[in-house]
């Protein structure tokens, strides 16, 4: 069933209207008997996905070693001692 109310009426029987609406009918606002907008039910908003948490990959077993973190590696300090390549500048 379709129910068309204009403007001032809308107004007066808005809450009618949107139970209405959630009930299954279609609702329609005109202006000067003209169609303009249809009131329609949304939809439940699905839940948000629970945020990644750290640890999860913890069976795939540690993608660094930790120790290596803190060796001293020659060849960068070297070049990290020496001026940037012309190239770069």
């Given at each position: 069933?379709?129910?068309?109310?204009?403007?001032?009426?809308?107004?007066?029987?808005?809450?009618e209207?949107?139970?209405?609406?959630?009930?299954?009918?279609?609702?329609?606002?005109?202006?000067?008997?003209?169609?303009?907008?249809?009131?329609?039910?949304?939809?439940?908003?699905?839940?948000?996905?629970?945020?990644?948490?750290?640890?999860?990959?913890?069976?795939?077993?540690?993608?660094?070693?930790?120790?290596?973190?803190?060796?001293?590696?020659?060849?960068?300090?070297?070049?990290?001692?020496?001026?940037?390549?012309?190239?770069?500048?």
């Open positions: 069933m379709s129910v068309q109310a204009n403007i001032a009426d809308a107004q007066v029987r808005l809450s209207l949107i139970d209405r609406a959630e009930a299954g009918e279609q609702v329609v606002i005109a202006r000067d008997g003209k169609p303009i907008v249809a009131l329609t039910p949304l939809q439940a908003i699905p839940a948000r996905k629970p945020p990644v948490r750290f640890g999860r990959l913890a069976h795939l077993g540690p993608i660094l070693d930790p120790e290596s973190l803190f060796v001293a590696d020659d060849d960068l300090e070297a070049t990290m001692d020496e001026p940037l390549p012309k190239s770069w500048t």
